[in-house]
């Protein structure tokens, strides 16, 4: 019983230093008005759309296994599926977002 104690606190340690990280790495690169301005959205959108175009099969890849993560970390999947729709379009941004889903969601159930 006092290892699965142990191993609760490292894994809560470690939840909480990558999304520290992450908030610190993030916020340091933009602002909370950057981000919630419509400006911020329709200058990135070229951007992303280039990055699409070239990478498909990467970025889709990348955001399955990022999708895996936030459900583990988090758990909700709202600003997930905003992303999704903007970067994948409609259709494919619904497919690789149930994927990661469902991974997330049967990792979650195991662990």
């Known amino acids: 019983m006092e290892k699965?104690?142990?191993?609760k606190i490292y894994v809560g340690l470690f939840y909480l230093i990558l999304i520290g990280l992450f908030l610190y790495?993030?916020?340091s690169k933009f602002s909370l008005e950057?981000?919630?301005s419509y400006d911020f959205i329709k200058n990135n959108r070229d951007y992303f759309f280039e990055l699409k175009q070239s990478?498909?099969?990467i970025l889709s890849i990348i955001f399955i296994?990022?999708?895996i993560i936030?459900?583990?970390a988090a758990g909700f999947v709202?600003?997930?599926a905003i992303f999704a729709g903007f970067i994948?379009?409609?259709w494919l941004g619904t497919i690789f977002l149930v994927i990661g889903m469902a991974i997330g969601a049967t990792c979650v159930y195991i662990f």
């Open 4 to 7: 699965a104690k142990k191993i």
């Open 55 to 57: 990478n498909l099969f």
């Open 88 to 90: 994948f379009g409609k």
């Open 25 to 27: 790495i993030f916020f």
């Open 65 to 67: 296994f990022f999708v």
């Open 78 to 80: 709202s600003p997930l």
């Open 70 to 72: 936030w459900i583990l």
């Open 34 to 36: 950057e981000i919630t």
